[in-house]
């Protein structure tokens, strides 16, 4: 009889960066499906994006403006929920051929 050990399991866990490294995107860069208003987001009360793309795509400047930028954009659609303020004012799919492709192994 087998028993898992769950020490090990634990240890072959890949951390985010490894997990993400093993996608690949189709950058258009023609369309950003995703977009932002800048001066909503500069009167945003949480920028809870921030926090909430698992791709870390948003980030507060130095200059107070958020930086935004649609490579690398796994399409989860947790920006659109998390944005109450309303500053992202596209959220689309990327057009056919572009995107992620997500890797398994
Ligand atoms: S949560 Fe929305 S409004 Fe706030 S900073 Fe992020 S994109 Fe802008
Ligand atoms: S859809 Fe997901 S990965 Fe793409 S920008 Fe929004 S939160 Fe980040």
Not at 20 to 25: A, C, V
Not at 26 to 51: G, L, N, Q, T
């Amino acid at each position: 009889m087998t028993t898992s050990d769950p020490s090990t399991a634990t240890s072959a866990r890949l951390d985010t960066a490894d997990l993400l490294g093993r996608d690949s995107f189709e950058v258009d860069d023609e369309y950003a499906h995703i977009s932002i208003d800048p001066a909503v987001c500069r009167a945003c009360p949480h920028h809870a994006c921030v926090s909430a793309c698992p791709a870390s795509l948003f980030s507060c400047g130095s200059d107070a403006e958020m930086h935004f930028d649609h490579a690398g954009c796994l399409e989860c659609g947790t920006c659109r929920v998390v944005c109450t303020p309303g500053g992202i004012v596209r959220w689309t799919y990327p057009h056919s051929g572009f995107g992620v492709v997500f890797r398994f192994s």
